[in-house]
């Protein structure tokens, strides 16, 4: 009786008792340094992108202060420094797509066929080499890839189909067969690792009901990692619309109605490159017009990653 009653008072002091504390019982200088360092990074990345939108928008809104708004989203004029002057964007918005558009065709196939082929078909030895040979195609400096489009695809391509190219050198299939060699280590490198992180699991089950690799690729790991591809092909996009160097040197500098591959034609971030050379007066209409151009692009581009995140979110899957 005695014993049970010293267990019981025992078990009762011990849920009297408070939680023991996981903290430090000094002070840790070092941890909240790198705590203070941490937010301080995600604030100046806050503020960075407040303040780009701030600069964007107010010449915006002097400019359209003196252009209407359905006439610089839906002219099909673009002559912003000519007398008289014509605000309509469409041609260079037309163009960026363009280049973009034929970017992503040569990219897309050639990206994700590199990520298939070095996820579940390279050997480790082969990985080796080419996964770093294409992240340091990844890290050319774009004017070299530019310069490479000028002085060799143009007059390959003019060669081999000269009914593509009716304006050599410059023309949006040339820019976006350059771009696309720009686009591809990022589709590959990114979709890759995304098919690597699937759970080895799922391909040995496939493979025990008698799939292929190539089924097991295509409708097996492909799936489960759409995710991680689509992440990719959005990044990709975003570099595309906002390429600059290839698109002044290959691209052409002609604001056309028209998504040929072979016209030349003027993108949006080619006008403000060529634009912006502090010739042009501060407070005109012309230098408002560089940041009305400017924050297109960025609604182009919030609008893209907008889209992406939803699309990843719905199709994430989580592996334990």
Not at 194 to 200: D, K, L, Q, S, W
Not at 237 to 263: I, K, Y
Not at 302 to 320: D, P
Request: aromatic share 10%; hydrophobic share 50%.
């Amino acid at each position: 009786m005695e014993a049970r009653d010293t267990i019981g008072a025992f078990g009762r002091g011990g849920a009297d008792r408070p939680p023991p504390s996981l903290e430090a019982s000094s002070p840790r200088y070092g941890e909240k340094l790198i705590k203070g360092f941490l937010a301080s990074c995600a604030i100046l990345s806050v503020i960075t992108t407040t303040a780009i939108v701030i600069s964007l928008l107010l010449p915006t809104a002097d400019f359209f202060g003196e252009v209407g708004f359905t006439d610089f989203l839906f002219g099909t004029e673009w002559a912003p420094t000519f007398t008289p002057a014509a605000f309509g964007v469409l041609p260079i918005l037309v163009g960026t797509i363009s280049t973009s558009l034929w970017g992503m065709l040569f990219a897309v196939p050639m990206g994700l066929g590199s990520a298939i082929w070095l996820s579940e078909y390279a050997s480790p030895k082969a990985r080796k080499v080419v996964k770093p040979v294409l992240e340091v195609l990844a890290g050319i400096p774009t004017v070299a890839i530019g310069i490479f489009g000028l002085v060799f695809l143009s007059p390959v391509i003019e060669g081999v189909f000269p009914f593509m190219v009716n304006v050599p050198p410059f023309s949006a299939g040339v820019a976006g067969l350059a771009i696309g060699l720009m686009l591809v280590p990022i589709i590959a490198s990114i979709s890759d690792d995304a098919m690597r992180a699937v759970p080895g699991g799922l391909r040995e089950a496939a493979y025990g009901l008698g799939s292929t690799k190539m089924k097991v690729a295509t409708r097996v790991v492909f799936p489960a990692a759409i995710s991680g591809i689509i992440a990719s092909l959005v990044l990709a996009g975003s570099r595309a619309v906002g390429e600059t160097m290839v698109v002044l040197l290959v691209a052409g500098a002609s604001p056309n109605l028209t998504f040929d591959p072979g016209s030349s034609v003027l993108t949006m971030t080619a006008f403000i490159a060529q634009t912006a050379t502090g010739d042009i007066s501060t407070g005109s209409i012309t230098y408002d017009t560089i940041f009305a151009v400017g924050a297109l692009l960025f609604v182009l581009t919030l609008i893209m990653n907008i889209f992406a995140i939803r699309l990843v979110r719905k199709y994430r899957e989580v592996y334990e």
